[in-house]
C-alpha cells in the first residue's frame, strides 16, 4: 500500500536529526529493477476503521467505518484505487456519512502521476479533484490540477510519489537504516506535498497478531514485516509539530496488515480484515519493468 493512502485527509512530535532523502534518477532506475520492487504483490485489502482514543472536549465523538484498497501493476503503471464509507458522530449534530474515492496511476519510472478523487456527503457530492504531476530530469517538477482548474503546485528536488515512496521507504528498511525522511505529493487533496518522517523499528511476525479468517491469505502475511513510525509536516505551513502521526506494520510485499493513526484530539486504528492477491496484467509483448507479478 502506498503510504499516503486518504486516511490522513479524513482522520505528528518531529523526529529530530534526519536527512531529507532525494532520489536521483539513476536511484530510482535501481528501485525499478530491484528485488524490493519484485517482491510487491498486486492485492485488494479491506479495513475495518474505528476510533480508539478521544481527548476531552474534542468536538467528534466517533468514527467508524471501512476502507477497500486495490493496488495493481497496469502494462506502464502502479494503479492504486481506495474507497472509504465513514461515519462521523458528533454530540450537537446528526451523524454524517461520508464516501470517499481516490485514484492513482503512477508510472513505473516515478516521474508522472495521475490523480482523481471525490467525496460525497450523504450522497452529495462536495469535492472533485482531478489533475497530473510530473518531475524532471533535475527530479524537481509540478502539480497541476484540472479541477479545480487554478490549482497547481511546484514540487521541489527529490519529491517522490506514493509508490516510489513506498520502495524506498523499503530500501531504506532492508539496507539496516533506521531514519527516513522524503517529500511526497499524492495528489488526493488541496494542500500539496507533505514532508514524511519515518523510524523503523523491530521486525514484527504480523501474522500472529491477526486472526485466522477465511477472508484473510495467509501466504500474503507471512513474510517479513516491520514496525514504522511516521510523522507528517505539511510543505504549506512551516508548523514544528506535525499534522498527524502514524504507527504502521509494513510487510516486505508492500501490504500493510496493521495502522494507528494519532490526531491532537483522537486516534484512529485501521485493522486489516481481508485480503486477497490480484492477478497481474497480460500486457502480450509489451512487458513492463514490474509486470511479472506474483
Same mark, same amino acid.
Given at each position: 500500500?502506498?503510504?499516503?493512502?486518504?486516511?490522513?485527509?479524513? #482522520?505528528?512530535?518531529?523526529?529530530?536529526?534526519? @536527512?531529507?532523502?532525494?532520489?536521483?534518477?539513476?536511484?530510482?532506475?535501481?528501485?525499478?529493477?530491484?528485488?524490493?520492487?519484485?517482491?510487491?504483490?498486486?492485492?485488494?485489502?479491506?479495513?475495518?476503521?474505528?476510533?480508539?482514543?478521544?481527548?476531552?472536549?474534542?468536538?467528534?465523538? /466517533?468514527?467508524?467505518?471501512?476502507?477497500?484498497?486495490?493496488?495493481?501493476?497496469?502494462?506502464?503503471?502502479?494503479?492504486?484505487?481506495?474507497?472509504?464509507?465513514?461515519?462521523?458522530?458528533?454530540?450537537?449534530?446528526?451523524?454524517?456519512?461520508?464516501?470517499?474515492? @481516490?485514484?492513482?496511476?503512477?508510472?513505473?519510472?516515478?516521474?508522472?502521476?495521475?490523480?482523481?478523487?471525490?467525496?460525497?456527503?450523504?450522497?452529495?457530492?462536495?469535492?472533485?479533484?482531478?489533475?497530473?504531476?510530473? #518531475?524532471?530530469?533535475?527530479?524537481?517538477?509540478?502539480?497541476?490540477?484540472? #479541477? $479545480?482548474?487554478?490549482?497547481? @503546485?511546484?514540487?521541489?528536488?527529490?519529491?517522490?510519489?506514493?509508490?516510489?515512496?513506498?520502495?524506498?521507504?523499503?530500501?531504506?528498511? =532492508?539496507?539496516?537504516?533506521?531514519?527516513?525522511?522524503a517529500v511526497v505529493f499524492?495528489?488526493?487533496?488541496?494542500?500539496? $506535498?507533505?514532508?514524511? /518522517?519515518?523510524?523503523?523499528? =523491530?521486525?514484527?511476525? *504480523?501474522? *500472529?497478531?491477526? *486472526?485466522?479468517?477465511?477472508? #484473510?491469505?495467509?501466504?500474503?502475511?507471512?513474510?517479513?514485516?516491520?514496525?514504522?513510525?511516521?510523522? @507528517?509536516?505539511?510543505?504549506?505551513?512551516?508548523?514544528a509539530e506535525a499534522d498527524?502521526?502514524? /504507527?504502521?506494520?509494513?510487510?516486505?510485499?508492500?501490504?500493510?496488515?496493521?495502522? =494507528?493513526?494519532?490526531?491532537?484530539?483522537?486516534?484512529?486504528?485501521?485493522?486489516?480484515?481481508?485480503?486477497?492477491?490480484?492477478?497481474?496484467?497480460?500486457?502480450?509483448?509489451?512487458?513492463?519493468?514490474?509486470?511479472?507479478?506474483?
Amino acid at each position: 500500500m502506498a503510504l499516503t493512502s486518504p486516511l490522513r485527509k479524513i #482522520l505528528c512530535a518531529a523526529l529530530a536529526a534526519l @536527512f531529507l532523502f532525494s532520489y536521483a534518477d539513476s536511484a530510482r532506475a535501481g528501485l525499478l529493477d530491484s528485488e524490493i520492487a519484485r517482491n510487491l504483490v498486486p492485492h485488494k485489502a479491506t479495513y475495518d476503521i474505528k476510533m480508539v482514543t478521544r481527548h476531552d472536549g474534542a468536538p467528534i465523538l /466517533n468514527i467508524r467505518g471501512q476502507m477497500t484498497y486495490e493496488w495493481r501493476r497496469d502494462c506502464d503503471a502502479w494503479v492504486t484505487n481506495h474507497h472509504f464509507r465513514l461515519a462521523y458522530e458528533y454530540a450537537d449534530a446528526p451523524v454524517l456519512n461520508i464516501i470517499s474515492d @481516490f485514484s492513482t496511476y503512477e508510472t513505473f519510472d516515478g516521474k508522472s502521476l495521475s490523480f482523481t478523487s471525490r467525496r460525497a456527503r450523504e450522497g452529495d457530492m462536495y469535492e472533485e479533484l482531478r489533475g497530473n504531476a510530473s #518531475l524532471g530530469p533535475g527530479g524537481a517538477g509540478q502539480a497541476r490540477y484540472s #479541477l $479545480p482548474p487554478e490549482l497547481g @503546485f511546484n514540487l521541489s528536488k527529490g519529491t517522490l510519489f506514493p509508490m516510489m515512496h513506498t520502495l524506498a521507504l523499503l530500501n531504506n528498511i =532492508k539496507s539496516g537504516k533506521k531514519l527516513f525522511n522524503a517529500v511526497v505529493f499524492d495528489g488526493s487533496d488541496d494542500q500539496g $506535498p507533505v514532508e514524511i /518522517n519515518a523510524i523503523t523499528g =523491530k521486525s514484527v511476525n *504480523a501474522a *500472529a497478531s491477526l *486472526a485466522p479468517s477465511p477472508k #484473510l491469505d495467509a501466504s500474503l502475511l507471512s513474510g517479513p514485516a516491520w514496525s514504522v513510525r511516521m510523522a @507528517f509536516f505539511p510543505m504549506k505551513t512551516a508548523a514544528a509539530e506535525a499534522d498527524y502521526e502514524m /504507527n504502521a506494520i509494513i510487510h516486505e510485499n508492500g501490504i500493510i496488515s496493521d495502522m =494507528k493513526v494519532d490526531y491532537k484530539d483522537f486516534s484512529v486504528t485501521q485493522k486489516l480484515v481481508a485480503i486477497e492477491r490480484l492477478k497481474a496484467a497480460v500486457c502480450g509483448l509489451r512487458q513492463g519493468p514490474l509486470s511479472t507479478g506474483h
